[in-house]
């Protein structure tokens, strides 16, 4: 049997500030993306087989300073209805990374786990993490203070992402549409 796990996320800390020019308004935030995530592999044979089980495990952790910046149109279109247009978008940014991998093999006696062997470490080597370009488009209608209906689209480039150097090729680009009303 194979167990895969996981735990930790990323996290963004960061400070956004806009200016607005008559009926345009541009934004921009700026901040410090940082994880740590740790995965584990394990396969599990059962001792008929006369194979020893493996557990591969990794700890990553990353982090760099990025940026978004965005622009909104607002248009009156009558004395009660509003438009509003804007987008938004990103850069592919490259981070910083740490990680340290182990593989294993190993045997269980009476439910006990035994480590025979260790087939692989390496500790704190350092490599580059890129996230992909994300652009965002959206557009409201509205009035004063009733009622709004409203669309964004969001397209993420995942195939620029590289974990190590090594592409995914199981990861893709990626949209997403959401519509709504209040």
Same mark, same amino acid.
């Given at each position: ?26 934004? /921009?935030? &700026? ?38 910046? %965005? !622009? ?13 247009? #804007? ?39 350092? &490599?580059? /993490?890129?996230?992909?370009?994300? !652009? ?12 709004? !209906? &409203? ?13 190590? #150097? ?5 990861? %893709? ?5 959401? !519509?709504?009303?209040?």
């Amino acid at each position: 049997a194979h167990t895969y796990e996981g735990s930790g996320g990323l996290y963004q800390a960061f400070i956004g500030t806009g200016y607005r020019i008559k009926n345009i308004s541009f934004g /921009v935030n &700026g901040g410090y993306t940082f994880c740590s995530i740790k995965n584990s592999t394990r396969a599990d044979y059962p001792d008929s087989l006369h194979l020893s089980s493996t557990n591969s495990s990794q700890i990553t952790s990353y982090g760099s300073f990025f940026w978004k910046a %965005g !622009i909104q149109y607002h248009a009156k279109l009558s004395k009660k209805l509003f438009l509003e247009l #804007g987008a938004s978008g990103s850069v592919s940014q490259t981070l910083n990374a740490r990680r340290d991998s182990l593989r294993t093999t190993y045997y269980y006696s009476d439910q006990d786990r035994i480590d025979l062997d260790t087939a692989y470490y390496e500790q704190d080597a350092s &490599g580059k /993490v890129t996230y992909p370009q994300q !652009i965002a488009f959206g557009v409201a209608l509205h009035d004063d203070i009733h009622w709004l !209906i &409203g669309a964004d689209y969001t397209y993420s480039k995942w195939s620029q992402f590289r974990f190590f #150097g090594d592409k995914d090729d199981n990861v %893709g680009d990626s949209w997403m549409l959401k !519509i709504g009303a209040q």
